[in-house]
């Protein structure tokens, strides 16, 4: 049973480098079997259809972003921890890993996905906005956030700003991310040392 689940997390690992970096529709089993010296019919045992396996790889991005946003949710924690957190995490896999986060990578194939995996993006992205304009609204009532209009418009330009970044850093270098993140800290007076 062990090596099941080990084969299936390595797929998972294989099938989320390769969304990130060329989209839904850049890439298939033989790309992830290959490299994991396995056949197709091991991905199609875990995952039968490559549907499956991409709504595998958000729904483990749902919870990542729920176990580290948690107790944040669940009170009024540091705003500022929270957005440096996002941002460094998403700095990190762009400038480290070349990639995209999910919901940008499945965006130039958003209308030829196949809805299982558009509904399970969906709710990734919600649930990032959600988190992101509670971050906002939080920050601006401790004080520590200066913006005007609201937090939700905000968490939007936030969340644009870095997945737009990640994708002008594959033409510009890893500069361009890291000169977005410290405007976003800029535009809402933190500390303009980081990041910048």
Same mark, same amino acid.
């Given at each position: 049973m062990a090596a099941q689940t080990d084969t299936r997390t390595k797929i998972l690992a294989s099938a989320d480098r390769l969304l990130?970096?060329?989209?839904?529709?850049?890439? /298939?089993?033989?790309?992830? !079997?290959? %490299?994991?010296? @396995? &056949?197709n019919a091991a991905v199609h045992y875990h995952f039968p259809t490559k549907a499956d396996l991409a709504v595998a790889v958000i729904d483990g991005y749902r919870r990542i972003l729920r176990d580290?946003?948690?107790?944040?949710?669940a009170g009024d924690g540091d705003p500022i921890a929270q957005l440096d957190g996002f941002i460094d995490f998403s700095t990190a896999e762009c400038c480290e890993e070349?990639?995209?986060?999910?919901?940008?990578?499945? /965006?130039?194939?958003?209308? !030829?996905? %196949?809805?299982? @995996? &558009?509904?399970?993006g969906n709710r990734l992205l919600e649930e990032l906005l959600a988190w992101m304009t509670r971050?906002?609204?939080?920050?601006?009532?401790?004080?520590?956030?200066?913006f005007e209009g609201d937090p939700a418009?905000?968490?939007?330009?936030?969340?644009?700003?870095?997945?737009?970044?990640?994708?002008?850093?594959?033409?510009?270098?890893?500069?361009?991310?890291?000169d977005i993140a410290g405007q976003i800290r800029r535009d809402l007076s933190i500390d303009s040392s980081r990041g910048s």
């Open positions: 990130r970096r060329r989209g839904f529709n850049g890439f /298939s089993y033989q790309d992830i !079997s290959e %490299p994991l010296g @396995i &056949r580290r946003t948690a107790a944040f949710m070349s990639t995209m986060c999910p919901v940008g990578a499945l /965006s130039s194939d958003y209308y !030829s996905l %196949p809805e299982p @995996i &558009r509904t399970a971050v906002c609204t939080v920050g601006r009532e401790q004080g520590k956030f200066h418009i905000k968490a939007e330009q936030i969340v644009a700003s870095l997945q737009g970044a990640r994708q002008l850093a594959r033409f510009r270098g890893a500069q361009a991310m890291q």
